[in-house]
DNA sequence: GGTGAGGTATGATGCAAATCGTACCTAGGA
DNA sequence: TCCTAGGTACGATTTGCATCATACCTCACC
């Protein structure tokens, strides 16, 4: 798992949400490629999701007429333990502060 | 802390390499900057330092003639647990296995 | 005071990445 | 069958970033 590609892919806002997202879910269940609001047309959300599959943080599944995404969860904890975590928490954070009275301004 | 900054920051290898390095000292010692051994000029690593130093990940103490970093291990341990131990690790692997071509960085 | 080494500021440049429009493909429903 | 919706492929454009050269600054040392 190269460590370039993780950081590079989750630098973009778009991507990180996408993950972060998908870690909120306590289920871990599958999701449909379309529904996430990402403030991108279709090619670049295509585009997104291919970088997130090669730094090996997604799962896509071809429906042939849509596709689904989910997370590798034991291949990230194994390699990046305390992501997950990381993501859904800025995720969190950034509709509705939910930490123990630690508002330090991030 | 914006975890955009820190992902953007430690996408690029000579960046990471700094951080891991530091993260690499059990001591967690200050190091001269001039004492990276980065494949840049003296401005570029500036720029890496600033970048750094923007997202919270070293701090940078000044000498007027030269000046040192060194790592805010705690606040970095606090809100991004597990970061250090895995750039530490990726500098490990990275200098005994064969990387992908990395060796020719410039 | 002069010199040199380490850092920083600034402007320019080249490359990689993000985005878009468009064309195309596949499946499902009218 | 035709139409529509979700995705992908490809080319073009733009934006951001890494890098450099150069000039300048600050200190240590002679």
Redesign the interface.
């Known amino acids: 798992m190269?460590?370039?590609k993780v950081?590079?892919a989750?630098?973009d806002?778009s991507r990180?949400r996408v993950v972060a997202e998908l870690a909120a879910d306590p289920e871990g269940r599958e999701r449909a490629c379309g529904s996430f609001d990402l403030p991108v047309k279709k090619a670049a959300r295509t585009h997104h999701f291919r970088v997130l599959r090669e730094a090996g943080l997604i799962m896509q599944r071809d429906h042939g007429n849509g596709s689904a995404v989910s997370l590798p969860r034991q291949d990230i904890e194994r390699h990046?333990?305390?992501?997950l975590v990381?993501?859904a928490e800025?995720l969190g954070s950034g509709s509705r502060a939910g930490r123990t009275g630690s508002a330090t301004a991030?």
Chains 1, 2 share one sequence.
């Open positions: 190269d460590l370039g950081f590079r989750l630098a806002d990180r990046l333990p305390g992501l990381l993501l800025e991030d």
